[in-house]
């Protein structure tokens, strides 16, 4: 599992060094000792969200963080990778409002938006645009699940959140 789990990240990164390596495992033990979820669990799921977050400038660290934050909140760590990767994809390939929504806030796209805003900080201005306008959050975000883990994230767990990337951002020795 923890080959799995360094190669899937690593690889999907582009960057396999063993630096990326020991940085990686040390950003996964942490996780599930932050998080609700054991070491297979998160080998096992995480490779399904690494490209979309890769693609979109989501960092390493933000990736761990949705997972301590959100397993056990959400749902397994499989559950979790699946609501991700639904705010990616809407990210990615985004419906009329969104993309208004991202032209409204000064973004070519959902990558440049992750890039200014970071990963939680855009599913905030998703929420906040939805709640200001009496808008259904899926006219953002089309997939439930996905929907899911951003009323989580810039909701209840918002706070969680950041202390845990904090912890994710210091994690460099934990394999050690």
């Known amino acids: ?57 989501v960092s390493q660290q933000e990736l761990f963080a949705v997972m301590a934050t959100a397993t056990g909140v959400t749902g397994g760590a499989s559950e979790v990778a699946t609501q991700m990767r639904g705010t990616l994809q809407s990210l990615m390939a985004p419906t009329k409002e969104m993309s208004d929504l991202m032209k409204k806030l000064g973004f070519a796209n959902g990558e440049a938006m992750v890039k200014s805003l970071g990963y939680k900080g855009s599913l905030e201005a998703i ?25 989580t994230l810039a909701g209840a767990q918002s706070t969680t959140y950041d202390a845990k990337l904090k912890q994710l951002q210091n994690s460099a020795g934990t394999t050690d």
């Open 1 to 57: 599992e923890a080959i799995n789990l360094t190669s899937a990240v690593t690889k999907g990164y582009g960057d396999t060094s063993a630096e990326a390596v020991q940085k990686v495992s040390d950003l996964a033990l942490m996780t599930v000792q932050l998080g609700q979820t054991k070491f297979p669990e998160l080998a096992g799921a995480i490779g399904a969200v690494v490209p979309l977050a890769k693609q979109l400038t």
């Open 127 to 151: 929420v906040k645009e939805a709640n200001a306008t009496h808008t259904p959050l899926q006219k953002y975000l089309s997939s439930i699940e996905g929907q899911t883990l951003a009323l």
